[in-house]
């Protein structure tokens, strides 16, 4: 097989200021209407990318899996799901990429694996002490009868994080831990062969041309030797917390040396290949410790995601983000949205400083639609003015909020089960997308069916509505993505400007980027000349609440 050769660029640039597109490949193009996306469907529409004006695609799980938790749930590391196609649909997709001069990373998930993958069937099958079972994290129970878990872990996506197993004799036996679904068993980082194996499955990849991987819960594979018992339930495992002790599951100090094992074997190839870390973990400093020069390259910018709508909020994460990142002389990065969070279109329509819904559905407190998009258009624009890499999610180009009111029946994020319908969990961002506003499931696919129902609102937003309209969402992210790359935005450097308190202002180079989070318009510099807005200027040519501006100042 003669592996896919990426578009040519100059050496040590290409990452460093890449915009890359998130396909969650089950809801991006669905080409033979059964209602799931799949790879062919990615492949005739990657067009798509390059009239936005991405760099990159990173590609979400599209491996064998049994779907527990969407395809994060993986059972086979070097195949293709034939729910999304075949090996030679991946290549295809691949090469075509590289047509038109796009990069593909695509997603790895070393943290666990299904347990339907055949190391957990080895597993349960060779019994308790066995080579098979010290693969994963098994242990035995505690009590007379062994029938309380190991400890007291709890889910990220809820109830306890051990599951008991029957042994081959019918009898309950050794408990497993995921820190997810019971469907994903914790793989043993500690054991040699798990990291010979990872190894070699980067290598069947990169083998096939692909230009990087995004590492699934890279602050998980270590864990603390002695699986102390953790005692902060109100700050789950989620890694999210700042506040106290470390938890003894998330960023150990020995997950480091994975990286730079990694990084090895991704500098053995030619071009430029790169690992992405998705990693919940606060501070900024010691998010920057995952890329170190001998790491990986980039890293998820949580804490940007997460900071309030307000101006020193937006200016104490930026700031502090540029800092950990230069310090270790790595590009910052920025999202905004994700297949894990809501869509930030309605996320800043919540009241300012709302923590973070896991979820939202009929009957709950409903955003603000018209300050979400407002606000969700005013982010955006001064994210993709910030020097650095962006990472963009599928849909928000049009700028889909979230599903808020899917029926509950149609839910398939195993959060709403297992937190006893507590959380409704992340289905409401990943609804297929919408096209064509007058197609059968809005042009995601020849026919009407979706694996989770799209609201009737999918046609306004959809891409036919909006291309070549000024205004529109989607306008207002080319326009926006085409500057970026002619004035080199993202390889610039910031400078904070003087403004006032609910002002936020600062230059990239010959761009000076303006945002207003107060009432109150905000005139602009004198002569200066408006190279983009996030939404039109008042009457008298101010900037009203919630705009940003990009301008050409004297
Ligand atoms: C990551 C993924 C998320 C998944 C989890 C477990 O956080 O982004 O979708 O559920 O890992 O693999």
Excluded at 270 to 287: S, T
Excluded at 339 to 360: E, F
């Amino acid at each position: 097989m003669s592996p896919s050769a990426p578009p040519a660029t100059a050496p040590g640039t290409w990452w460093q200021d890449a915009v890359i597109y998130q396909i969650y490949p089950r809801s991006f193009a669905d080409s033979d209407g059964d209602g799931m996306g799949d790879l062919p469907g990615i492949t005739a529409r990657l067009d798509h990318l390059v009239e936005l004006g991405a760099d990159a695609v990173w590609l979400s799980p599209f491996y064998p899996s049994p779907q527990a938790d969407a395809g994060y749930d993986v059972a086979d590391y070097r195949d293709v799901d034939p729910l999304f196609g075949r090996l030679a649909d991946f290549d295809a997709l691949l090469a075509r990429a590289h047509e038109l001069g796009l990069r593909v990373i695509v997603d790895l998930v070393p943290n666990h694996s299904s347990s339907a993958h055949p190391w957990f069937a080895a597993a349960l099958a060779a019994g308790p002490g066995s080579p098979e079972r010290a693969r994963y994290v098994f242990r035995d129970g505690r009590g007379p009868d062994g029938d309380e878990p190991p400890n007291g872990w709890r889910s990220v996506f809820g109830g306890g994080a051990w599951t008991r197993v029957t042994e081959a004799d019918g009898r309950p036996g050794q408990w497993y831990l995921h820190l997810f679904d019971a469907g994903q068993p914790d793989l043993n980082w500690d054991n040699p062969e798990v990291r010979a194996e990872f190894r070699d499955i980067l290598r069947f990849w990169l083998d096939r041309g692909v230009d990087g991987f995004r590492v699934d819960v890279a602050h998980g594979l270590v864990k603390q030797a002695d699986l102390a018992d953790w005692h902060y339930p109100e700050e789950p495992v989620s890694g999210e917390g700042t506040e106290g002790p470390r938890p003894p599951m998330w960023d150990q100090d020995g997950v480091h040396e994975i990286y730079r094992d990694w990084r090895q074997v991704l500098d053995g190839y030619p071009g430029e290949r790169i690992l992405v870390a998705e990693a919940w973990v606060q501070p900024a400093e010691r998010l920057a410790a995952y890329v170190r020069p001998d790491e990986m390259h980039q890293a998820f910018n949580f804490e940007y995601l997460e900071a309030a709508w307000s101006a020193p909020a937006q200016y104490a994460v930026i700031t502090r983000s540029l800092a950990a990142t230069d310090a270790v002389g790595a590009p910052t990065t920025w999202v905004l949205s994700n297949h894990d969070v809501l869509r930030h279109a309605s996320r800043l329509g919540l009241p300012v400083g709302t923590p973070r819904p896991r979820g939202i559905g009929i009957g709950d407190p409903q955003p603000d639609a018209v300050i979400g998009l407002r606000r969700a258009r005013a982010a955006t624009l001064l994210m993709l003015a910030l020097p650095g890499s962006a990472y963009l999610y599928q849909g928000e180009e049009l700028g889909l909020p979230e599903h808020m009111t899917l029926p509950d029946e149609s839910r398939q994020d195993p959060t709403w089960q297992r937190t006893g319908h507590a959380e409704r969990g992340r289905d409401g961002c990943r609804v297929p997308i919408p096209w064509q506003a007058d197609a059968p499931s809005y042009g995601f696919g020849p026919t009407d069916a979706s694996w989770l129902p799209q609201p009737e609102l999918w046609a306004e937003y959809a891409l036919d509505r909006q291309r070549g309209v000024p205004g529109s969402t989607y306008e207002m992210y080319r326009t926006a993505l085409r500057l970026r790359r002619d004035l080199r935005l993202g390889a610039g450097t910031l400078f904070w400007l003087e403004s006032p308190d609910e002002v936020l202002s600062f230059r990239n180079g010959e761009v000076t980027v303006l945002t207003n989070f107060g009432e109150a318009p905000v005139p602009l510099p004198d002569g200066a000349e408006l190279l983009h807005a996030s939404g039109p200027l008042d009457g008298d040519g101010r900037v009203p609440t919630d705009v940003t501006v990009w301008l050409r100042t004297p």
